[in-house]
């Protein structure tokens, strides 16, 4: 037997480890590695979350769910432990990474994900399979993250400790019943433990013989979507133009059974306005030109400047927009969810603020307290219209499903001009309500 697949037997038996009741650390708990703590205990494995931010693992520690993303009830139910202590690696069959990839798309990108390599490495022992979970570009397992776990540890990767890629896919307030676990491994023994580890939390699983292969595939889910989200505001912005009511036009064209229903809107969190980049400048770097991708980013990106635009209009039409107030519904970086990492209302508000205007926020899903501690505006505990000029509804939260232009209209003499990105008013009745209505 040669010494690779005597050591690939030996790594095995300790992957055998992975489906039994096995020792998981999970490097990074915030909202991706908080889930899949909780997914992990579930499965009955003993789980310890290891963050550096001693202030969310004390939050943890007194079940308190300080990514408001899972709920206190939730942690307070599981087992997890939690530590700031990153000793607790030794003791670990498997290690999963979920720390932030950052925005820029070159080298830096990378450097938390490099910089967690290292911290483990510092504590990795032979045996343990090391799975990366943070999205990273095609190559970022090989060329950055498996490195730095060898220089740490001064361990060999594939003979002394096991490397997976495994993307998250997780989409907070998504549909998680369809959730299908990518694992990306050279070595097939490491695939098959990695594989058969997240087979008792996940639906289905798909293994590839490459971590490139499981980047890239994340990287071009994310751009996909970021592509068709850019088509579906430059379309609505169109149909607009040609007084249409896009939402009709796209209901109707989503009827066709390959046409999917996206909205407009901002496009906003800690991963579409990334990973595209991510990919581009790595293709870029292989001489490779992504000019859909960027031009896609670049339409997104310049949805917060044309609400706020409009808004500004809105205003100069009732008086001097600095001497305005507006009011913006929705705060979280989409409907439906309280998560405001990545929120594009920030972009919003700081456009008005520089035409002079007074920026009030309200999130029926944001305690003002989290919003007082991360955004640069007020933020108000009550959906009140009463004293603003104009009102902006940025994300389409289902509690606003119940508003009507009625309720606006109705507290002021003067009503408010509103700006509806996901389109939540019945565009026909503004007239009736003397409410100025413009989607952008
Ligand atoms: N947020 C989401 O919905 C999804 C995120 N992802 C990806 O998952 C990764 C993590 O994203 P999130 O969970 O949203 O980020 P997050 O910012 O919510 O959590 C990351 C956590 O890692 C911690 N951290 C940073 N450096 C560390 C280190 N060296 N050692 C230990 N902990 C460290 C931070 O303190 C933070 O608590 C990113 O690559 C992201 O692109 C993938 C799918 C969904
Ligand atoms: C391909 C795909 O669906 N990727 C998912 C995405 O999740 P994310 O939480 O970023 O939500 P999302 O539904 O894509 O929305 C992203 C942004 O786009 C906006 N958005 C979304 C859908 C739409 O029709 N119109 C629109 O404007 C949202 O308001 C939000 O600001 O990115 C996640 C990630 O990688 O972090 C990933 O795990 C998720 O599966």
Redesign the pocket.
Known sequence: MSERDRDANARAAAGATLRRSCRAVVVGVGT?GLHRALAFDDAGLDVVGYDVDESLVADYRRGRDGTETVGDDRLAASDCSFTADPACVADADVVTVSVPTGRGGDGRSLELVRDAAATVGEHLTAGTTVVLES?VHPGGVRGVFAPALERASGLDAGREFAVAHS????????RTDV?TKLVGADDPAVARDVADLYGRVHDSVHVVDDPAVAAAA?CV??V???V??AL??ELAAALDALELDADAVLDAAATKWNV??????????????V?PELFAARAARAGAATPLVRTARAV?EA?PARVADEVVTALGERGDPGDSTVLLLGLA???D?A?LA???CVDVAERLADSGADVVGYDPLVSADRADRTLPFDVTEECSFRGVDAVAVL??HEAFDSLTLADVAGATADPPAVVD??RVFDRARAADHGVSYRCP
Do not use: M, Q, W
């Open positions: 991706v999205t993307p998250e896919r997780l989409s907070p307030g998504g959730r994340k889910e994310n996909y979507r970021d068709t989200i579906v505001n999917p229903r996206l909205d407009p809107g901002l496009v906003g969190g800690t991963c579409l306005p990973d997104n949805v970086y989409k409907a969810v998560d990545g929120s594009r994300v389409g990105v996901p």
